[in-house]
Antibody, heavy 121, light 111 residues
Framework: EVQLVESGGGLVQPGGSLRLSCSASGFTFSSYAMHWVRQAPGKGLEYVSA????????YYADSVKGRFTISRDNSKNTLYLQMSSLRAEDTAVYYC??????????????WGQGTLVTVSS | QSALTQPASVSGSPGQSITISCTGTSSDVGGYNYVSWYQQHPGKAPKLMIYDVSNRPSGVSNRFSGSKSGNTASLTISGLQAEDEADYYC???????????FGTGTKVTVL
């Protein structure tokens, strides 16, 4: 069974940093692109970032470019999102999501339960 | 990257069919056959319902179907059931700096 479990969310002050982790199991992690998608309270889904299966290619939404860094450790079956210079508008539930074997195309087929990040003083 | 445009809400009676539209541009919906649809119940993670315009993942009811014409994709739910009441989001591959863009979301109400 595919499982994605996020951790690392919490309350952080504006300008602060936080690192999210996503532990994957039930599939060959190193064969799949992975993504982060967020959802602000009461709002829609927003695409945040993606990383290729070998970590060689990364992609970011304009809203987080230069502040967030996506990475992965295929030996630990873990995906990360390092967030810095956090703003109130980054407050959201962050979902770890499995894509296809390539970053582009096809659907995002497995989603974690999400971890809440709250940016507030 | 601008969000794809969906109607804010759609409603129907049990047993009826409803269709949700998702309008983009030639840089996303119209340019690629990589449109997906997601169902989200309150407090839950989204669930993939349709991928690559019209394909259903294993386990998804055949009451859900997808199509595309030009820059607009559509999700049709036939034989509407109470359990279909949820938010629905479309998504498309895009040639912009990020590989995907989501729609604005549609709340489906079963009357």
């Amino acid at each position: 069974e595919v499982q994605l479990v996020e951790s690392g969310g919490g309350l952080v002050q504006p300008g602060g940093s936080l690192r999210l982790s996503c532990s994957a199991s039930g599939f060959t992690f190193s064969s799949y692109a992975m993504h982060w998608v967020r959802q602000a309270p009461g709002k829609g889904l927003e695409y945040v970032s993606a990383i290729s299966s070998n970590g060689g290619s990364t992609y970011y939404a304009d809203s987080v470019k230069g502040r967030f860094t996506i990475s992965r450790d295929n030996s630990k079956n873990t995906l990360y999102l390092q967030m810095s210079s956090l703003r109130a508008e980054d407050t959201a539930v962050y979902y770890c999501v499995r894509g296809g074997t390539a970053v582009a195309g096809t659907g995002l087929d497995y989603w974690g339960q999400g971890t809440l990040v709250t940016v507030s003083s | 990257q601008s969000a794809l445009t969906q109607p804010a809400s759609v409603s129907g009676s049990p047993g009826q069919s409803i269709t949700i539209s998702c309008t983009g541009t030639s840089s996303d919906v119209g340019g690629y056959n990589y449109v997906s649809w997601y169902q989200q119940h309150p407090g839950k993670a989204p669930k993939l319902m349709i991928y690559d315009v019209s394909n259903r993942p294993s386990g998804v009811s055949n009451r859900f179907s997808g199509s595309k014409s030009g820059n607009t994709a559509s999700l049709t739910i036939s034989g509407l059931q109470a359990e279909d009441e949820a938010d629905y989001y479309c998504s498309s591959y895009t040639s912009s700096s990020t590989p995907y863009v989501f729609g604005t979301g549609t709340k489906v109400t079963v009357l």
